[in-house]
Structures are given as structure tokens and as C-alpha cells.
């Protein structure tokens, strides 16, 4: 039996989705559990990773079980035994096809900022900026990134050479809540840092210190030193990963 | 020049309020960045410690300082240096004969309980219960401990025996807010666990394991073996301290 599983997780205890070795990963936390239920090793398959620190409410994983029990049950067994940073939000039996990873046709992100200097919650779950922000000159540097482009400018500089880095953005907003700025941002797929380095050239535009033309100039480079920006994992929420009907 | 200070802060990183060479305390953080400013050990006052993962919104200290600055640069001197999970929110130039422990005249604190057990971002910041709550005995287990008491039974056992344990609430109650319930109590002052002792106490009234009855004769016992509850630490913030005119 194959199960989709919805996720939620405070990434900021965790190294990150992605087991490697050198602290706990949300993938390893999830095993281990389905370690104890199963008596033997169960490997899960996320959507895509998640960065040190950046959270899920809508991550998504599947796994193979021979159990035989509810959807229902599947999700209260998981959530009496994971820690409480890491919390399943649904179940669903799928078709033995059915692949986390390849079957994902779009994601969106939320990426929050504060300005609020006075807030000692926020320090895990906010990107912290205090510069005054522009957020009309930010919601138009959004749009420059909408559509189909080369993203070579805005991910990791490790990414191999021969890899495609076209992605499409389907959306991308700021919007202003009192002193809390809320990035939405919806695409195909995003390459390693891709949302971070995007919001955070958007801040730099609210800010004055890029101007649309040279964040389009950024993206036309198709260059891995064009962009030195990105923004802190803190704010980052993988909010939806979605499965449409090819 | 004596200035009074109301801080917020986020206890989860921290052992509590008191330095105890054991780990770091808030008071230590708040005490190196004014050793920075001053250039010398500055000593604070708070108006009573807070337990290892508890909170505060409005907890009040106060020192001495021969820096000639204003109170709103204060605030920022003191948030530019200090930890995102310490945030000053206030500053104010009182008489020298004031003093935040001793001239304390009031304390309120809130509770906070959630019944979510998929919410991945509330285990540091509430406490969790996932058993039916029945609100109305709770608030009627709440009106049991206002009014003056010897509160021995709902105390650390470690407290000296000479110690005069009567203590005054002024106000105690518990609201539902969807999945989350709300303690509010305020009281004259408050000995080492009391809060947590009475939220737990009223939960156990709340799930039918303990009476009306029986937490009046844990409260008339006096004795350190009454009660066995106290509410886990991280629900736990301190309000306010207030400093009436006598």
C-alpha cells in the first residue's frame, strides 16, 4: 500500500529535510518512527528538500507499508510518536505510481519578514529587517520574475553545469501586513535557494539598493554571480505542493 | 541614574531569569550587553525570576547606569545588542529609591493550552493537553483560589518553612478560544511554581480527575504533599508587573 502523506514541521531544531549525517534531519526523525511501527527500515521520498532552519506546513512524502490500517489511524500512530516540531496533517492511499518528487506539478512558498524590533517570538519564524521598504517598487520587481525563465542566477553556484535551470513562476506578491511583509510565491518547481534569493533581491529593490532594470538585468545574466542575495531560512514556509491530472 | 525597564522574551533557549552558572539566563544576557555599554559590571534587579522555558511579555528590572542617554536610545542601544529572544519594550528614568523586586504590587500571568496535535509551531510557546476539557468546572475550580490563602500545598517543596506562603489572587479565570484555552491570573505576588501548580490542579478538575471539592482540601491542607500537578513551563508567560502608588 502506498501512502501520501501531508506535513507540517518547525524546521528550526532540524538540519533540514535531507538526511546527511552530521545532525537531525525531518526525513530521518519521520523514518525512525516508521522504523518502530513497521520493524524494519521504511525510506520515505519528500516532494523536494527543505533547507536548515526554512519550515513545511504543506510538505509531502510517500512511503510503501504493508499495515493494514486507516488513514485516520495512520496519522494519529505517526503523531503519538513524533517529536512535536514535526506533525502529519493528512493520509491518503494512493496508487502504487503515485511519486512524491516527480508527480509534483507546482509548490508555493510564503516567506515572511518582520519589522517589528520589539517581538521576542518571532526570532525562528520571521526574517527580521528594519530598513523602510517600498512594497509598491516590490510588488513590480515580483512581477519581473513571473513567466518562464532561465534561473541560473538565483540558485546555489554548486549546481552542476549541465543541470536545467529554466523554472516557470506562476505568481509571485508582497503583501503588507502592519509591520509583517508576506511574500506568496507559486512555480513549477524552485532550484536550490531559488525563493530566497528572489525575496531577498525584491527587499533589496523595496529598499532602493536594486532597481527593476538591474533585476532584470540579474535574471537576463543567467549567471551564477549575478545575484549576491538571499534572504534568512527563518521566514521561509513550503506551504503547498501540488499534484495536478496531466 | 536608575532606569526601569520592561522586557519581553522568549524562554525557550534559556535555564530562566536567575543566573546559576549552569547555562544562560536572561539576566546574564541583559547584564553582558550593559557591561558593553557601561564598560564595567552592571547588576540588574527583576521583579522576581522565571522559571527554565518560560516566557515573558512584561517582566520589569532595574538598574543603575551613569550614561547620560535618552530612554528611547536605550531601547535601541539595549535591542541592537541583545539576542532576537530578549527585546526591551520599554524604558523609564524612575527615583532612585525604586525598586523592581520589593515594589512589585501586583503580577499577572497567562497560561496558554492548546488541543491542536497538528500544529508543529506551538510546542516551545504552549502547553498540550489532548484530553476533554469541561471550561466551566475550570472556571469554577479557578474562583476556589482568589482571595487571600496560605498557597503551601501549591509550591516548590524546596521552600524555607519559616517562609510566609499567604498570598492574595486578585483574579484567576480560563477561556476557550477554539482548540487553545487561556489561563489569566493576577495576584499580589506569586511563590516558586504557584501559577503552574494551580493551572495544572484546574485541568484535572477540567478532565473529572479531580473535584471541587478535593482542591479545596488541597488548598486547606497547607501541606507540601497536597498537590502533584504543575503545568509544563512553556505555556507559561509573565504579563505584568504592576507598581502601585501606596
Redesign the interface.
Known amino acids: 500500500m502506498r501512502y501520501k502523506v501531508t506535513v ?3 524546521g528550526s531544531p532540524y538540519i533540514g529535510w535531507q538526511t546527511q549525517n552530521r545532525g537531525d534531519s525531518i526525513e530521518e526523525a519521520i523514518e525512525k518512527v516508521l522504523e518502530t511501527m513497521h520493524g524494519y527500515k521504511v525510506s520515505i521520498v519528500g516532494s523536494g528538500r527543505t533547507d536548515a532552519r526554512v ?1 513545511a506546513k504543506g510538505q509531502v512524502f510517500h512511503f510503501d507499508s504493508i499495515l493494514d490500517i486507516t488513514c485516520e489511524r495512520m496519522i494519529e500512530a505517526l ?1 503519538a510518536q513524533l ?7 493528512n493520509v491518503e492511499i494512493v496508487e502504487d505510481t503515485f511519486h512524491a518528487r516527480f508527480d509534483a506539478t507546482a509548490k508555493t512558498y510564503m516567506y515572511v519578514l518582520s519589522q517589528d ?7 525562528a ?1 520571521m526574517g ?1 529587517d528594519y530598513h523602510p521598504l517600498d512594497v509598491e517598487m516590490m510588488q513590480k520587481a515580483c512581477q519581473l520574475f513571473i513567466g518562464t525563465h532561465d534561473f541560473t542566477s538565483f540558485t546555489s553556484t554548486k549546481i552542476h553545469p549541465d543541470k536545467d535551470r529554466t523554472r516557470t513562476i506562476y505568481h509571485f506578491d508582497v503583501k503588507q501586513k502592519g509591520s509583517v511583509f508576506q511574500f506568496i510565491v507559486r512555480g513549477d518547481s524552485f532550484l536550490r535557494y531559488m525563493v530566497r534569493m528572489m525575496v531577498q533581491t525584491v527587499l533589496m529593490v523595496g529598499k532602493g539598493k536594486e532597481s527593476l532594470a538591474s533585476v532584470q538585468a540579474m535574471l537576463e545574466a543567467k549567471s551564477k554571480h549575478a545575484c549576491k542575495y538571499k534572504a534568512e531560512p527563518q521566514g521561509l514556509y513550503l506551504m503547498e505542493v501540488e499534484y495536478g491530472k496531466e
Chains 1, 2 share one sequence.
Open positions: 507540517a514541521y518547525d519550515h503523531n517529536d512535536k516540531s514535526i506533525r502529519i496533517q524590533a520589539k517581538d521576542p517570538f518571532i526570532r519564524y527580521v
